[in-house]
């Protein structure tokens, strides 16, 4: 089993930063893919960014490309999300999740393919 825990999250103004935080403990591996996703209210599940640990590639969504940074740190099990330039659209619940089915240099970007989810961390951005 996989515990996954994000932390970072808070209400800033818009232009300003944050960076969320997911530890990952149990089962884990430098072979599994992680991703956050994000989901605002009466919103569906949208895809923010993914990254691979082994070979480093990466894949974001369109609303954050060129804002947001994925990074992850194998020794802490810990993937990043930096985020600039925040806006009221980036207003969500935060989702941190880890796929244990990654294949060789793959990064997946649909949620039903990710098998871990964390409980979630509130970024509200206001204008």
């Known amino acids: 089993q996989v515990q996954l825990v994000e932390s970072g999250g808070g209400l800033v103004q818009a232009g300003a930063s944050l960076r969320l935080a997911c530890v990952a403990s149990?089962?884990?591996?430098?072979?599994?893919?992680m991703a956050w996703f994000r989901q605002a209210p009466e919103k569906e599940r949208e895809f923010v960014a993914a990254i691979n640990p082994r070979s480093a590639n990466t894949v974001y969504g369109e609303p954050v490309k060129g804002r947001f940074t994925i990074s992850r740190d194998n020794a802490k099990n810990t993937v990043y999300l930096q985020m600039n330039n925040l806006q009221p659209e980036d207003t969500a619940v935060y989702y941190c999740?880890?796929?244990?089915?990654?294949?060789?240099?793959?990064?997946?970007?649909?949620?039903?393919?990710?098998?871990?989810w964390g409980q979630g961390t509130q970024v509200t951005v206001s204008s």
């Open positions: 999740a880890l796929d244990v089915n990654t294949i060789l240099s793959a990064v997946p970007a649909t949620a039903n393919q990710y098998d871990y």
């Open positions: 149990g089962r884990t591996s430098i072979r599994y893919a």
